[in-house]
């Protein structure tokens, strides 16, 4: 038992340490069943600079054995990694150009960028290029002592690699990272290749989003037969990437007619996934976009159409479907320039414009209707132990949405949808409402169109429910001072509530709800908007959800929120920060702090909630520049709450 406790002791503190890594982050990646590539990164430049004169030690623990749980970890011989010296780059000189780069960043006498320079440190320049090389290049990792691979794993066991860096007085945070031989990845295929080209220049796009994680870049392969591909990354294509796509320019020559390109994904351990399905350009000459619909106008049985160019029925057809994505069926039109004729649908349509390989825009067509459908026929209900079933014969109209359903306990009373949104099913199921005395119940279904017509008198029909309901009330168990402010909680009882909190200050005649009416499966509610020393009433209400009656509780109980005397006050500064692209925020820390919540508020608008920290200090890179935002904070301890600090306003 023992040996179990400090089993679950290991994962608690592994948990812990993941989130709250500060300095190093650590990931991994099994490969060939008999190997563990580890890479791992600085948080910020800062550190980079000291453990690249230090040295970075990796102990890995044993958690399973041949799949079966150890009782205690077992800590295998500790794995070192350093930055190598200027010597061995000397020699790699010119092979790699991520070798290169990197050699650059660490012994460069400067290191200037192009558009970087005026909003970056040369220091800060340095940082983001190595890391950038061994995201790029696992060999160059290795090198700059931020990689490592692991050989004496074996199929079958699971591990967890703890790392940390010590450069002489320093020793930073500890990263961790869990994985197995066994979780071997198979690396996808990229999606959505697409392309088109000129006579000059072929222009690729692909998905980004996907696979953002699992791809650190991707090259770039080109045939002239289909058969032979080439790497064209390497030889002055250029790869960029805009929003959720990668786009990629490569320069042609005027001879090379057709085209076959594929790509592939390369992750930060240096290998690659398998290829796209490979595209084929050919070099077409550029056509005339196709006309764009600018109005269209009813005629008694026609629709005239208006177009921003001349429409020609010998190259152009006229489609129209039930859906923006079709499917589509050509129809019959007469032109005059940029005007045409066609017959009026009957119904809901979309129209496009179509030419050979070319397809247009597609538009909304709204055909006037105002013709009602058919109502409903052979409308019953009968009554189940726990539940009326709803069934009724489909209007004959053809052009049917769905049908909506109305309950009312009165033929004088107005009824209320009980369906959200047309239903096509022609039977609907309903729990058995609990009613205090014996009531009919009406019920109404309306047929609804295609144009969102509704049937204006319905098909009703009504149901004798004899059975009473007494409702099982909610009661208040107590109400108790917490570190957070007045906690209220109350009992479970079978039947479905949404619960309303009053509160009244004491000596005061007005009582205010202070938050809207919910439902809850935790019976409770805590009031932080409370004042030291100040003695509170508060009252608890339940709103049926079967009969929609409020009913209050019986009891009420008064209660003193006397949080301690001894609030430290928090103060908060907060200043514009280009060089971190952000707005760093840090305050004072109040004796006996467990935690900081930070809120935030846009402009004008109202403060939320926005981190919650264990450091008085966070900077913010969510932000825009020249937009106004206000900040405050609050500590949070076992026994008390802080006050709200100032507010801060800037801009960024």
């Not at 009824?415 to 239903?423: G, K, L, R, S, W």
């Not at 949080?563 to 908060?572: A, I």
Request: overall charge neutral; hydrophobic content about 35%.
């Amino acid at each position: 038992m023992k040996n179990r406790l400090l089993f679950l002791l290991f994962f608690g503190i592994i948990f812990q340490a993941t989130y709250a890594q500060n300095e190093l982050y650590l990931t991994g990646r099994a490969y060939q069943a008999d190997s563990i590539l580890l890479r791992w990164a600085p948080y910020n430049s800062a550190t980079w600079n000291i453990c690249n004169n230090g040295t970075y030690r990796i102990e890995r623990f044993t958690l399973k054995r041949k799949k079966e749980p150890l009782d205690i970890p077992e800590k295998s011989n500790e794995l070192t990694a350093e930055l190598m010296p200027i010597v061995v780059w000397e020699k790699l000189k010119g092979g790699n150009q991520y070798i290169d780069l990197a050699a650059q960043a660490l012994y460069g006498t400067s290191f200037e960028m192009k558009g970087l320079s005026a909003i970056t440190s040369d220091y800060e320049r340095r940082f983001s290029f190595s890391l950038y090389s061994a995201d790029h290049s696992f060999y160059t990792a290795q090198l700059l002592g931020l990689g490592i691979v692991d050989k004496a794993v074996r199929f079958g066991d699971s591990y967890v690699y703890r790392i940390s860096c010590h450069s002489g007085n320093f020793q930073s945070d500890t990263a961790y990272f869990a994985i197995s031989p066994d979780d071997l990845i198979v690396l996808p295929k990229p999606l959505g290749l697409k392309g088109k080209r000129n006579e000059t220049k072929a222009t690729l796009e692909w998905d980004n989003k996907t696979y953002n994680n699992t791809y650190i870049d991707y090259e770039v392969f080109k045939s002239k037969d289909g058969i032979s591909y080439q790497n064209c990354t390497s030889i002055g294509g250029i790869t960029f990437t805009k929003s959720d796509k990668n786009y990629f320019q490569d320069s042609l020559k005027t001879q090379e007619t057709t085209l076959w390109y594929k790509i592939r994904g390369v992750t930060i351990f240096g290998d690659a996934g398998p290829f796209s399905e490979p595209i084929k350009l050919q070099n077409l000459p550029e056509k005339e976009p196709l006309p764009n619909l600018m109005e269209h106008r009813f005629n008694s049985d026609s629709v005239l159409l208006l177009f921003d160019a001349p429409v020609h029925d010998s190259s152009i057809k006229i489609q129209l479907g039930p859906t923006a994505s079709g499917p589509f069926k050509t129809v019959a039109f007469t032109a005059n320039e940029n005007r045409c004729s066609i017959l009026k649908p009957s119904s809901l349509s979309y129209i496009r414009l179509y030419s050979y390989d070319r397809v247009g825009n597609s538009y909304l067509l709204h055909i006037p209707d105002t013709i009602p459908p058919f109502a409903v026929q052979d409308f019953t209900i009968t009554e189940h132990s726990d539940s009326l079933l709803l069934r009724w014969s489909p209007s004959s109209s053809k052009d049917i949405l769905g049908y909506r359903i109305f309950l009312s306990k009165s033929k004088k009373n107005d009824i209320n949808e009980i369906t959200h949104v047309p239903i096509t099913d022609t039977i609907f199921t309903l729990t058995k409402p609990r009613l205090t005395e014996p009531t009919d119940l009406f019920f109404k279904v309306i047929s609804v169109d295609q144009n969102h017509n509704s049937d204006p008198i319905g098909t009703s029909a009504n149901i004798h429910i004899n059975s009473s309901w007494t409702p099982a009330l909610p009661q208040i168990n107590s109400v108790l001072n917490t570190s957070r402010g007045v906690k209220i909680t109350w009992n479970s009882t079978t039947d479905p509530w949404e619960y309303i909190v009053l509160k009244r200050l004491n000596q005061s005649n007005n009582t205010h709800q202070i938050v809207d009416p919910f439902a809850s499966e935790h019976f409770y509610f805590e009031d932080s908007t409370v004042i030291n020393s100040t003695i509170y009433t508060y009252q608890l209400v339940g709103r049926s959800l079967i009969d929609g009656n409020e009913y209050a509780n019986p009891s009420q109980k008064i209660q003193y929120f006397n949080k301690s005397s001894d609030q430290s006050s928090v103060t908060l500064s907060a200043k514009s920060n280009r060089k971190l692209l952000g707005i760093e925020l840090q305050w004072n820390t109040p004796t006996a702090t467990s935690y900081f919540v930070l809120y935030k508020a846009e402009g004008n608008g109202p403060f939320y909630q926005y981190q919650k920290l264990d450091q008085p200090y966070f900077i913010d890179q969510q932000v825009q520049h020249r937009k106004k935002y206000r900040y405050a904070v609050k500590s949070i301890s076992e026994y008390q709450v802080s006050n709200l600090s100032n507010q801060i306003t800037l801009s960024y």
